[in-house]
């Protein structure tokens, strides 16, 4: 049973960081493209973060770049996000997704992760 928890979200001033992580179970880690999306109220869910090692390709979405960072422990089977410069606008839920399949070109798109973790709420207040 594949499982993704993730951890680390919070209250936040603007300016300030935080540090997301989520741990998987059920899945050879290393094979997998993990990412984060996320999803403010009254929005539809936006795609923050992926990274893939089996093609060696890692992108950002466009409010994310410079800012944002994702990682990957692969020994620890956790996938990261580092979070600076945080501004009202990234107040969301924000989510760890996996796939085996997904393409380079689909990594952008919710539709190729079969799995997700539950979320974790983030908050930044000005």
């Known amino acids: 049973q594949v499982q993704l928890v993730e951890s680390g979200g919070g209250l936040v001033q603007a300016g300030g960081s935080l540090r997301l992580s989520c741990v998987a179970s059920?899945?050879?880690?290393?094979?997998?493209?993990l990412a984060w999306f996320r999803q403010a109220p009254g929005k539809e869910r936006e795609f923050v973060a992926a990274t893939s090692q089996r093609s060696g390709t890692t992108i950002y979405g466009d409010s994310v770049k410079g800012r944002f960072t994702i990682s990957r422990d692969n020994a620890k089977s956790t996938v990261i996000l580092q979070m600076n410069y945080l501004r009202d606008d990234d107040t969301a839920i924000y989510y760890c997704?996996?796939?085996?399949?997904?393409?380079?070109?689909?990594?952008?798109?919710?539709?190729?992760?079969?799995?997700w973790g539950q979320g974790t709420q983030v908050t930044v207040s000005s």
């Open positions: 059920g899945i050879t880690f290393r094979r997998y493209t």
């Open positions: 997704a996996a796939s085996e399949s997904v393409i380079v070109s689909q990594m952008r798109f919710q539709s190729g992760y079969p799995y």
